[in-house]
């Protein structure tokens, strides 16, 4: 079974810059597993912020940024602002089936 | 704009079946790819199943694979997903996704005798 791991936790002053990784137990994340990422607020369903990677979707701000960072695809969150504490889950795409990662919940403190 | 509404969630007994529907509106369906997500309560998001524009391709998550079917009907902008021998870890909220980017508010499945 496909297991898409995250980074539990993370805390990050406001204005700073965290990075979050999302990597596959069946070895490299590339391009072509189309990275996704996506942010969940308590009580409410996810929104899309990434897909294909690096894409961003209209509504998302410019200081959200996707990458592949050594073998994991990487959401970078710059200048961190308050509202951006939240729950992220990536998501890859296995030839046919998806699997999501388990979620990093980032505290901006 | 962009509506996804869910329905027919609700409590029922395990083993039992149950039809979830998502109704589409403010786009072109028939054109995009459709998800089934799941999250139970306070846990992570779980992918359940993808279907092509056209119905002709289906795939499933491993957890559900053999009881659960994803539809869809575009002539009347719905999707589907048919649950059946539902076990009590099936007990979630259910999303309908639209090609990825776009998100239903959720429908609450509670399996439990």
């Known amino acids: 079974q496909t297991v898409v791991t995250q980074e539990p936790s993370l805390t990050v002053s406001p204005g700073g810059t965290v990075t979050l990784t999302c990597a596959s137990s069946?070895?490299?994340?590339?391009?072509?597993?189309?990275p996704s990422w996506f942010q969940q607020k308590p009580g409410q369903p996810p929104t899309t912020l990434i897909y294909?990677?690096?894409h961003r979707q209209p509504w998302t701000p410019a200081r959200f940024s996707g990458s592949l960072l050594g073998g994991k695809a990487a959401l970078t969150l710059s200048n961190v602002q308050p509202e951006d504490e939240a729950e992220y889950y990536c998501?890859?795409?296995?030839?046919?089936?998806?699997?999501f990662g388990t979620g990093t919940k980032v505290t901006v403190l | 704009q962009v509506q996804l509404v869910e329905s027919g969630g609700g409590v029922v007994q395990p083993g039992r079946s149950l039809r979830l529907s998502c109704a589409a509106s403010?786009?072109?369906?028939?054109?995009?790819?459709m998800h089934w997500v799941r999250q139970a309560p306070g846990k992570g998001l779980e992918w359940v199943a993808i279907?092509?524009?056209?119905?002709?391709?289906?795939y499933y998550g491993d957890s559900v694979k053999g009881r659960f079917t994803i539809s869809r009907d575009n002539s009347g902008n719905t999707l589907f997903l048919q649950m059946d021998s539902l076990r009590v870890e099936d007990t979630t909220v259910y999303y309908c996704?639209?090609?990825?980017?776009?998100w239903g508010q959720g429908m609450l499945v509670t399996v439990s005798s």
């Open positions: 996704v639209r090609d990825l980017d776009f």
């Open positions: 403010g786009f072109t369906f028939s054109t995009y790819a």
């Open positions: 279907i092509s524009s056209d119905g002709s391709k289906k």
């Open positions: 069946t070895g490299a994340v590339t391009s072509g597993y189309y």
């Open positions: 294909s990677t690096s």
């Open positions: 998501l890859l795409y296995y030839n046919g089936p998806y699997v």
